[in-house]
C-alpha cells in the first residue's frame, strides 16, 4: 500500500484519540490489563535498567503500569498519532517520538525490550517491514512482547464485516486481526519464540473493547468486575480457536 494509504491510520486515531483514552484506559479496562496482558509481559524480564520502546504508546499509560512494576526502566514513546505523543510526554515525563512503522524509519539507538499491544494489526499496509523496523529497534537478544487480536478465532468473519461498517472506529483497509501462525511465518530470520497464550472471553469485548460496543459508562461499572473474574476461567478452558486474542514474546536473534 502507498504511503497515502498508510496515513489513514494517524487520521483515523488522530480523530479518536479522547474517546479511545476514555474507553480503553479507564478503571475496568486497566484493571483488564493488569489481570491478563501486563501479567504477562512483565513475567517476562525484569526491566530494570532496560531501555523500553513503548510501541504505538498512545498516552502512555502502559508505560505507567510497568514503571511501577519496574520503576528502574528507561522507557520511550512511539505513535502514529502527534496527539498520543504529546500526551505520552505529559503523563510519563519521558520523550515519545512520531513514528509510522510501516515506512522506512531512521535508528538513533537500540532498546532491550520493545512492547505493543494491540499495534501490529494497525500495520498491515507493510505488515514485513513493520516487524524488520521493530527488529531494527532491538538490540541482539531483545526481546519483543506483543498482543493481537486472532485473526483465526471462530468470530472473525463477524469481526471482519463490523470492521467494514464501523467506519469510526475501524479502517478495514488498514487494519484487520493477524494470525499468529502467519507472523511467525515472517520472522525465522528475525526472532525466535519464547512464549505464547491464546486467550480472551466476553470482558475482553465488553470491558476493554467496550468502546466499540457503545457501551455507555454507568452500564460497564456495572458488569465490569463480574466479566474481569469470569475472564481467567475462560482462559483457561479456551482454545485458540475461541481465544479472541493471543499474547507473545519473542526474542531477537
Known sequence: ??????ERQKELYEKIHEIYKA??????????RRKYIYDFFLKQRDLNGCKVADLASGAGDNTVEFLKVY?????????IS????????????????????????IIEEQFDVAIIVGGLHHCVSDLEK???????????????????????YFLEKIRKKWYKKDTAFFDDLTEHA????????????????????????????????SAIFRMPKFLKNLYS?????????????L?????AYFIVCWRRK
Open 71 to 79: 520503576p528502574g526502566a528507561i522507557p520511550t514513546g512511539f505513535d
Open 23 to 32: 474507553h480503553y484506559y479507564d478503571k475496568y479496562s486497566m484493571e483488564y
Open 82 to 105: 502527534d496527539k498520543a505523543c504529546v500526551d505520552y510526554e505529559k503523563t510519563t515525563g519521558f520523550q515519545s517520538y512520531q513514528m509510522d512503522l510501516t515506512q522506512d524509519i
Open 130 to 152: 513493520t516487524l524488520q523496523n521493530i527488529a531494527k529497534l532491538l538490540k541482539k537478544d531483545g526481546m519483543l512482547m506483543f498482543m493481537e487480536p486472532n485473526a483465526d
Open 178 to 209: 493477524l494470525s499468529y501462525p502467519e507472523l511467525k511465518k515472517m520472522t525465522p530470520h528475525l526472532f525466535e519464540e519464547v512464549e505464547v497464550a491464546y486467550r480472551g472471553g466476553p470482558a475482553y469485548f465488553l470491558v476493554l473493547n
Open 239 to 243: 482454545p485458540s480457536y475461541f481465544s
Open 225 to 237: 468486575g463480574l466479566l474481569i473474574k469470569s475472564e481467567k476461567l475462560f482462559n483457561k478452558i
Open 1 to 6: 500500500m502507498s504511503e497515502n494509504i498508510s
